[in-house]
């Protein structure tokens, strides 16, 4: 035999052996803290079957929260959005204007009153809540021109208002009338 061959038939016969016995094993554990854990068995004896697969469902968000942004969870502080409740109002000659507005208007926290054209004397604003509580704001006594505007702090927290009555016209002194017109916005 030729010496070439031997030591082919060597080499070969002693990987075979190292092969067919071999002598470190491994094994594998995953665990994942949350979201979605796919786990695949690669020791499947038969190449043709796929591995198994696992997989763990991840709890959703609840869907009427929105958040920040997703890896924080602080939730988003509610925006009030002025709304107005009445545009371009003049005073009767009573000198009162009265405005409806319903609770399906929203709630608020604040009413503003701005000038629109001309300049209009405010004496006083009664504010009647949905569940009929009123609030009063007395001695207002203010003359708005141009752009100005004035803010009432409603009472309580977030109400609905059934009616506004906002009373002014004669600048109080008699001789002359505020014949300008204002805007009502809630907020």
Same mark, same amino acid.
């Given at each position: 035999?030729?010496?070439?061959?031997?030591?082919?038939?060597?080499?070969?016969?002693?990987?075979?052996?190292?092969?067919?016995?071999?002598?470190?094993?491994?094994?594998?554990?995953?665990?994942?803290?949350?979201?979605?854990?796919?786990?695949?068995?690669?020791?499947?004896?038969?190449?043709?079957?796929?591995?198994?697969?696992?997989? @763990?469902?991840?709890?959703?968000?609840?869907?009427?929260?929105?958040?920040?942004?997703?890896?924080?969870?602080?939730?988003?502080?509610?925006?009030?959005?002025?709304?107005?409740?009445?545009?371009?109002?003049?005073?009767?000659?009573?000198? +009162?204007?009265?405005?409806?507005?319903?609770?399906?208007?929203?709630?608020?926290?604040?009413? @503003?009153?701005?000038?629109?054209?001309?300049?209009?004397?405010?004496?006083?604003?009664?504010? @009647?809540?949905?569940?009929? @509580?009123?609030?009063?704001?007395?001695?207002?006594?203010?003359?708005?021109?141009?752009?100005?505007?004035?803010?009432?702090?409603?009472?309580?927290?977030?109400?609905?208002?059934?009616?506004?009555?906002?009373?002014?016209?004669?600048?109080?002194?008699?001789?002359? +009338?505020?014949?300008?017109?204002?805007?009502?916005?809630?907020?």
């Amino acid at each position: 035999m030729n010496i070439k061959a031997i030591i082919a038939s060597l080499v070969l016969g002693s990987s075979s052996i190292a092969m067919a016995s071999p002598s470190v094993t491994f094994s594998a554990n995953a665990q994942a803290p949350y979201g979605t854990t796919v786990v695949r068995d690669h020791r499947a004896d038969d190449w043709n079957r796929p591995a198994p697969i696992v997989v @763990q469902p991840v709890e959703p968000a609840p869907s009427n929260i929105y958040y920040r942004n997703g890896w924080h969870r602080e939730p988003m502080p509610p925006v009030y959005r002025p709304v107005t409740l009445a545009s371009d109002m003049h005073f009767a000659p009573d000198g +009162r204007t009265s405005i409806t507005v319903g609770g399906q208007a929203g709630r608020f926290n604040t009413l @503003q009153i701005s000038a629109c054209a001309g300049p209009t004397f405010i004496k006083q604003v009664y504010v @009647q809540f949905d569940n009929g @509580q009123e609030q009063v704001v007395r001695n207002l006594n203010r003359t708005l021109r141009g752009n100005q505007s004035l803010t009432l702090d409603l009472d309580g927290n977030h109400r609905a208002i059934r009616r506004i009555v906002v009373y002014g016209g004669s600048n109080g002194w008699g001789w002359r +009338r505020a014949s300008g017109t204002f805007t009502v916005t809630a907020a």
